[in-house]
């Protein structure tokens, strides 16, 4: 059976009853039918231990981050562990686009699958109508006299598509662009929000553009924060679903990673460690775009400590970035096998950089055979590295049975950042490229520089970093796999984000829009006696 048919055929609880597992009334609900429902609650007592999944470099293949932590969370409430998962919501630009879906996959997903990546209840809908509200406001005001003198727009529009027409579009009066709704400011900041009046000042100290003076225009002076709020008031409650072993799961915002800050919501993961003895979350694509945005964004705005990080790892992705194609990726080659276990290392390294406890996590696949399992586990061992395998994708919680022991005889660790926000906006950017990325040079243009400027004339330069390249490499050439050395990174762009309180720093040739690919999966999807296929 595929995904889809798997989740069509399990038995879900009523979430009612899912809720009552974690303390919740029903009173305390609101219902989207039996198997979903949002949270009205906001708590603020986190007691939980807190469980980061991230990656190593992404490929074509997948790592299976998501079927990871659903598998760990299943395996530890298999162990009688109270346990919550925290999940990003799928975007539906990827879900027809080249990705798929985002609730895991086999044995291991969370349900209602198909529910939850077409539309769930409603939440990028709600974040897509506040950041088209705003975009309409100003263009509005600029119609009626333009009294705040704005004479450059720095916020776009975005749909939650990929649609490349869009990264382009005549006003009439100017041009303009969208970006993908994952990649709106909206999203970020509805993500790292710690509660509706947070999320109101947030709203408001959006920057929409550039007086005549060179000062920043803010949402807060075109007097709409009140009707943004009550698009996205019920939006910010957290979404409440189960795996299909009936383990309590929190889906909330949904981010990327690539070109935003790759994590589900604060009000979600806080609520989910006010609840649980152990929440299990994840960080979109690898090591050193999601997990280091994690640590250094997320983990700072909400005062959170992990207290231990699953590195996942295919052996088909290790062959990759030992250099074999796509086309040879299933012949058995253990010299690039063994070659690419450098990309791994150095998401290893990254990670111990921040002073947390790590555990390299094989994700299996039939294909894999014995000598190459075999290969990866001498390998962790000969590097000191804590190691298990999960088969969850077939197993379901029981294949991640020795990964969540792992993980619970972890011991304490000494998180802390990377980097200090007192520091020049140049030596954050710096810091991140050559420890993280392993860059020998930064290059900022003039231009760039005089953006920068701006900023700390505006005295907002105190702000973590949120960097946007490709996710295939730590360079900002997709083409560079493995772990490429003696290479420059280019700053094509820097942006500061006043409501998310982050500056976003371009690298290379980053897109906020994709396009679909030559045959997306929009062309598969369909309703057939009334229930849908070839959704994965």
């Given at each position: ?54 990656a ?53 997903q ?45 916020f ?39 509660s ?9 100290n ?13 949402v ?29 799961v ?34 979109g ?99 000191g ?83 946007a390249?490709?996710?295939y ?6 083409k ?16 500061l ?37 070839n959704?994965?």
């Open positions: 059976m595929d995904d889809i048919e798997i989740s069509k055929n399990s038995k879900k609880d009523n979430i009612i009853e899912i809720a009552k597992e974690i303390g919740i009334n029903q009173k305390d609900l609101i219902l989207y039918g039996d198997y979903k429902a949002k949270l009205k609650v906001n708590l603020n007592n986190p007691k939980g231990k807190l469980i980061l999944v991230t190593i470099s992404p490929t074509p293949f997948g790592e299976g981050k998501t079927t990871v932590s659903i598998g760990l969370s299943d395996a530890l409430h298999k162990l009688d562990k109270k346990v919550i998962t925290a999940l990003r919501e799928p975007s539906m630009g990827p879900v027809f686009g080249m990705k798929g879906g985002a609730t895991g996959g086999g044995y291991s969370v349900v209602p699958m198909e529910d939850i990546n077409l539309h769930f209840t409603g939440d990028f809908h709600a974040i897509t109508s506040a950041n088209n509200l705003i975009c309409a406001a100003i263009d509005n005001h600029i119609y009626f006299g333009n009294s705040l003198d704005i004479q450059k727009v720095t776009n529009r975005c749909l939650d598509v990929n649609d490349r027409a869009l990264r382009s579009v005549d006003l009439g009066t100017r041009t303009d662009s969208f970006a993908i709704t994952s990649a709106s400011e909206i999203m970020a900041l509805f993500c790292l929000a710690t509706l009046d947070d999320l109101r000042e947030r709203l408001g959006i920057i929409v553009g550039i007086n005549g003076k060179g000062e920043y225009v803010y807060r002076d075109l007097n709409i924060e009140g009707s943004l709020v009550a698009l996205l008031k019920d939006a910010i409650y957290p979404n409440l679903v189960q795996t299909l072993e009936h383990t309590p929190l889906i909330h915002g949904g981010p990327f990673a690539n070109i935003a800050h790759g994590c589900s919501s604060i009000i979600a993961t806080k609520t989910a460690l006010s609840l649980a003895d152990y929440v299990v979350t994840e960080a694509f690898g090591a050193d775009l999601g997990a280091e945005k994690f640590f250094n964004i997320k983990c700072r705005v909400g005062n959170l400590q992990p207290n231990a990080v699953v590195l996942v790892a295919t052996v088909k992705a290790l062959k990759y970035h030992g250099g074999v194609s796509k086309d040879e990726i299933f012949e058995e080659n253990n010299v690039a096998l063994e070659k690419g276990f450098a990309n791994l290392d150095k998401h290893y390294n990254n990670l111990k950089k921040f002073g947390v406890n790590v555990v390299v996590c094989l994700n299996k696949y039939n294909t894999d055979t014995s000598e190459e399992i075999d290969l990866v586990k001498k390998h962790c061992e000969s590097k590295y804590k190691f298990a395998i999960s088969t969850a994708y077939s197993d379901g919680g029981e294949g991640a049975i020795d990964l969540a022991n792992v993980v619970l005889d972890m011991p304490d660790n000494k998180f802390d950042y990377l980097y200090d926000t007192d520091l020049s906006i140049v030596e954050k950017i710096n810091i991140i490229c050559k420890e993280i990325y392993g860059a020998s040079k930064i290059n900022i243009s003039d231009d760039i520089n005089d953006k920068i400027a701006t900023i700390e004339k505006n005295k907002m330069d105190k702000l973590p970093i949120c960097v390249k490709t996710q490499s730590f360079s900002d050439d997709a560079k796999v493995g772990v490429p050395t003696n290479f420059e990174v280019t700053v094509k762009d820097v942006r984000y006043g409501g998310a309180k982050f500056i976003t720093v371009l690298l290379g040739n980053i897109m906020v829009m994709p396009g679909l690919s030559r045959k997306p999966n929009c062309e598969l999807i369909d309703v057939v006696d009334g229930e849908i296929i959704l994965s």
